[in-house]
């Protein structure tokens, strides 16, 4: 009998701690990442990789576009969702922004073309979205075919609109956005930080945040409750699809030009994003600080092999590596929520 209370006593100390190990793997997984770039990078170069202003603030500018994107994408997969169409959506903003500044730019006050640019940018973002959701939320259209559709639409729509080409812009406030600091820290990482707060606070202290977990985690269970599930999965698609656009101001103004397919090599890594902060692909789970701690997991590869003079095609199979061991841990908390 001592034998058996011992034996179960171990088993659930070690349960528990694979849960706890779980629940933390990508914060230990991100220290891991800096601390072998580091060690590296000492051996190797006789520099430090943390401890280096350049790298730190390269990787926050780096990390904040794929970021804008996962953040609404983290909205989406935690309603049982998901979104295709940010990459698209992001280049469509970012041309129309530049289009529009170009039209209004001139004997303009200053920073009234900005204005103008952003809200454009903003309002054109919505448009995609409301699609994506009424034909999920009204039409029942499946969200992988639906924002997949989308996805060709406003890749089309931005080539269109841009002629093929890149859309340049000369405008002093828009430079300073895109290149401009404030106390130090990039204009452009500051405002990211502003809308990671203020949809973690709306995911975690709000109702339309409850909402979002109950409509992920049963929707069936959601509608008998008295949710409106329909409108609310429509207005989760809209913030997806503006966060894609505040991501298209933020590369338009870096670069100070539009571009259709500004987004396209990051619809893979804003997804990876999600997953590897620990939100589950089936609904129902996930946070906003997880998605941050994901896109500084990839922005610390990606930039960390570039830094020590590894050939760039690594990143993908190293962030594929990586979205691979995340959906298995996944999987593992989801067995061991299933079986305490």
């Known amino acids: 009998m001592p034998q058996t209370q011992a034996h179960l006593k171990a088993k659930y ?13 990508s914060w230990i997984f991100l220290a891991g990442l800096i601390v072998f ?3 590296w990078a000492r051996v190797a170069y006789d520099t430090s990789f943390l401890f280096n202003a350049y790298n730190v603030q390269s990787i926050l500018v780096f990390a904040a576009a794929p970021l804008l994107l996962g953040l609404g994408e983290t909205l989406v997969i935690i309603a049982g969702g998901i979104d295709l169409s940010v990459g698209f959506i992001m280049g469509l903003a970012s041309v129309v922004m530049a289009q529009a500044m170009r039209l209004v730019g001139i004997d303009m006050p200053p920073g009234v073309a900005l204005l ?16 994506n959701g009424f034909l999920i939320a009204r039409l029942g259209v499946p969200a992988f075919i639906g924002t997949l559709g989308m996805y060709g639409v406003a890749r089309g729509a931005g080539y269109i609109l841009a002629d093929g080409a890149t859309v340049s812009v000369d405008d002093e406030w828009l430079q300073f956005v895109g290149s401009g600091k404030i ?18 606070y709306i995911l975690g202290q709000t ?3 409850q909402y979002t977990y109950a409509i992920g985690a049963n929707r069936e269970a959601a509608t008998r409750a008295g949710i409106n599930v ?7 698609y809209i913030i997806s ?5 505040l991501a298209g101001i933020l590369f338009t103004a870096r670069f100070s030009a539009g571009a259709a397919q500004a987004g396209e090599p990051l619809l893979l890594d804003s997804i990876a994003a999600v997953v590897i902060g620990g939100a589950s692909l089936f609904g129902g789970s996930g946070n906003i ?3 941050v701690i994901g896109a500084f997991i990839i922005a610390v590869i990606q930039f960390g092999l570039v830094f020590v003079d590894v050939k760039p095609f690594w990143q993908f199979a190293v962030v594929g590596i990586v979205i691979i061991i995340s959906v298995l841990v996944d999987q593992q908390k989801r067995k061991f929520g299933q079986h305490p």
Not at 13 to 25: C, I, V, Y
Not at 183 to 200: E, K
Not at 230 to 236: A, E, P, Q, S
């Open 37 to 39: 770039f580091d060690i």
């Open 13 to 25: 100390l070690s349960r528990n701690l694979a849960r706890t190990l779980a629940a933390l793997w």
């Open 230 to 236: 329909k409108r609310h999965t429509t207005m989760l």
């Open 289 to 291: 600080i997880g998605t």
């Open 116 to 131: 103008i640019g952003t809200i454009a940018a903003i309002a054109i973002a919505a448009v995609p979205g409301s699609i």
């Open 241 to 245: 699809a503006m966060c894609a656009g």
């Open 207 to 209: 109702k339309f945040g």
């Open 183 to 200: 106390l130090g820290v990039p204009i452009a990482v500051i405002l990211t930080a502003i809308v990671v707060l203020v949809l973690h």
